[in-house]
Protein backbone atom coordinates (compact mmCIF):
# COMPACT_ATOMS: atom_id res chain seq x y z
CA UNK A 1 0.00 0.00 0.00
CA UNK A 2 1.76 3.39 -1.05
CA UNK A 3 1.07 6.92 0.71
CA UNK A 4 -1.69 8.14 -1.90
CA UNK A 5 -3.87 4.73 -0.86
CA UNK A 6 -3.39 5.70 2.89
CA UNK A 7 -4.22 9.48 2.17
CA UNK A 8 -7.30 8.61 -0.17
CA UNK A 9 -8.81 6.09 2.76
CA UNK A 10 -7.76 8.72 5.60
CA UNK A 11 -10.30 11.36 3.89
CA UNK A 12 -13.82 10.97 4.81
CA UNK A 13 -17.28 11.81 2.46
CA UNK A 14 -19.63 13.56 4.34
CA UNK A 15 -21.46 11.06 4.11
CA UNK A 16 -19.45 8.83 5.73
CA UNK A 17 -18.46 12.05 8.78
CA UNK A 18 -22.16 12.31 9.58
CA UNK A 19 -23.14 8.78 10.17
CA UNK A 20 -19.91 8.82 12.43
CA UNK A 21 -21.56 11.70 14.14
CA UNK A 22 -24.87 9.88 14.48
CA UNK A 23 -22.78 6.68 15.88
CA UNK A 24 -21.20 8.26 18.44
CA UNK A 25 -24.07 10.57 19.96
CA UNK A 26 -25.84 7.41 19.67
CA UNK A 27 -22.79 5.61 21.79
CA UNK A 28 -22.80 8.83 24.36
CA UNK A 29 -26.26 8.63 24.50
CA UNK A 30 -26.00 5.04 25.92
CA UNK A 31 -23.39 6.14 28.54
CA UNK A 32 -25.23 8.55 29.74
CA UNK A 33 -27.91 5.95 30.40
CA UNK A 34 -25.51 4.04 32.40
CA UNK A 35 -24.53 6.96 34.51
CA UNK A 36 -28.39 7.78 34.98
CA UNK A 37 -28.09 4.20 36.95
CA UNK A 38 -25.43 5.60 39.28
CA UNK A 39 -28.00 8.12 40.24
CA UNK A 40 -31.39 5.66 40.45
CA UNK A 41 -32.73 7.74 37.26
CA UNK A 42 -33.98 5.65 34.46
CA UNK A 43 -33.01 7.83 31.37
CA UNK A 44 -35.75 6.12 28.59
CA UNK A 45 -35.17 8.89 26.23
CA UNK A 46 -38.62 10.08 27.11
CA UNK A 47 -39.32 14.27 27.93
CA UNK A 48 -39.96 13.33 31.53
CA UNK A 49 -36.28 12.10 31.91
CA UNK A 50 -34.86 15.49 30.81
CA UNK A 51 -35.88 16.65 34.70
CA UNK A 52 -33.93 13.83 35.90
CA UNK A 53 -30.89 14.89 32.96
CA UNK A 54 -31.13 18.40 35.55
CA UNK A 55 -30.72 17.06 38.39
CA UNK A 56 -27.96 14.80 37.46
CA UNK A 57 -25.71 18.38 35.73
CA UNK A 58 -27.24 19.87 38.59
CA UNK A 59 -25.28 17.79 40.73
CA UNK A 60 -22.05 17.76 38.93
CA UNK A 61 -22.48 21.47 38.20
CA UNK A 62 -21.63 21.54 41.89
CA UNK A 63 -19.19 19.17 42.41
CA UNK A 64 -16.95 21.23 39.62
CA UNK A 65 -15.69 23.52 42.58
CA UNK A 66 -14.11 20.71 44.48
CA UNK A 67 -13.21 18.46 42.00
CA UNK A 68 -11.98 20.70 39.82
CA UNK A 69 -11.84 18.30 36.66
CA UNK A 70 -9.77 19.55 33.52
CA UNK A 71 -11.51 21.08 30.56
CA UNK A 72 -11.17 17.54 28.36
CA UNK A 73 -13.47 15.88 31.41
CA UNK A 74 -15.72 18.95 31.24
CA UNK A 75 -15.77 18.39 27.17
CA UNK A 76 -16.43 14.72 27.36
CA UNK A 77 -19.32 14.70 29.76
CA UNK A 78 -20.61 17.43 27.68
CA UNK A 79 -20.81 14.99 24.86
CA UNK A 80 -22.13 12.31 26.87
CA UNK A 81 -24.86 13.85 28.28
CA UNK A 82 -25.50 16.18 25.50
CA UNK A 83 -25.83 13.54 22.97
CA UNK A 84 -28.55 12.10 25.45
CA UNK A 85 -30.40 15.21 25.25
CA UNK A 86 -30.45 15.73 21.95
CA UNK A 87 -31.66 12.10 21.34
CA UNK A 88 -34.31 12.74 23.34
CA UNK A 89 -35.03 16.20 21.49
CA UNK A 90 -35.04 13.95 18.15
CA UNK A 91 -36.90 10.97 19.44
CA UNK A 92 -39.70 13.10 21.28
CA UNK A 93 -40.58 15.53 17.50
CA UNK A 94 -37.20 17.33 15.93
CA UNK A 95 -36.48 14.15 13.42
CA UNK A 96 -40.16 14.54 12.37
CA UNK A 97 -39.58 18.40 11.23
CA UNK A 98 -36.01 17.67 9.54
CA UNK A 99 -33.75 17.45 12.46
CA UNK A 100 -30.44 15.29 12.47
CA UNK A 101 -26.67 15.04 13.85
CA UNK A 102 -24.29 17.06 11.90
CA UNK A 103 -21.99 19.29 12.47
CA UNK A 104 -21.12 22.66 10.70
CA UNK A 105 -18.10 23.06 8.04
CA UNK A 106 -16.18 24.77 10.28
CA UNK A 107 -16.94 23.21 13.54
CA UNK A 108 -16.37 20.11 15.22
CA UNK A 109 -19.29 20.08 17.53
CA UNK A 110 -22.05 17.49 16.73
CA UNK A 111 -25.42 19.55 16.28
CA UNK A 112 -28.87 19.25 15.83
CA UNK A 113 -29.36 20.42 12.10
CA UNK A 114 -32.13 20.83 9.74
CA UNK A 115 -30.65 21.70 6.76
CA UNK A 116 -28.25 24.46 6.67
CA UNK A 117 -29.72 27.28 8.43
CA UNK A 118 -31.56 25.74 11.41
CA UNK A 119 -29.45 24.50 14.07
CA UNK A 120 -30.08 23.41 17.77
CA UNK A 121 -26.89 23.25 20.24
CA UNK A 122 -27.34 20.51 22.79
CA UNK A 123 -24.04 19.76 23.28
CA UNK A 124 -22.94 22.73 24.12
CA UNK A 125 -26.09 23.80 26.35
CA UNK A 126 -25.20 20.69 28.62
CA UNK A 127 -21.51 22.39 28.71
CA UNK A 128 -22.50 25.88 29.92
CA UNK A 129 -24.86 23.80 32.21
CA UNK A 130 -22.12 22.81 33.75
CA UNK A 131 -19.99 25.73 33.41
CA UNK A 132 -22.76 28.44 34.04
CA UNK A 133 -24.72 26.68 36.72
CA UNK A 134 -29.05 27.10 37.08
CA UNK A 135 -29.22 29.77 34.88
CA UNK A 136 -28.41 27.28 32.05
CA UNK A 137 -31.20 25.04 33.14
CA UNK A 138 -31.56 22.44 30.59
CA UNK A 139 -35.33 21.88 31.20
CA UNK A 140 -35.87 24.96 29.64
CA UNK A 141 -33.79 24.61 26.80
CA UNK A 142 -35.60 21.65 26.08
CA UNK A 143 -39.16 23.24 26.01
CA UNK A 144 -38.13 26.38 23.51
CA UNK A 145 -36.13 24.22 21.60
CA UNK A 146 -38.95 21.76 21.06
CA UNK A 147 -41.60 24.35 20.64
CA UNK A 148 -39.33 26.44 18.20
CA UNK A 149 -37.84 23.60 16.25
Partial sequence: MGIFDKLKRGKQTSKEKCSGIVSNAKKNSMTAVEYAKSFQKNFDFSE??????????DYYAKDLL???PTE???????????SYLG???LKNGLSKRGYCWGIQ?????PLLMAGNEKY????DKVYKRLVNGAEDNVISFYQMAMEEG
Avoid: A, Y
Fill in 48 to 57: RSIGDLEEIL
Fill in 66 to 68: ESR
Fill in 72 to 82: NQIWSMSLIFG
Fill in 87 to 89: EVM
Fill in 105 to 109: NTGTI
Fill in 120 to 123: ITPV
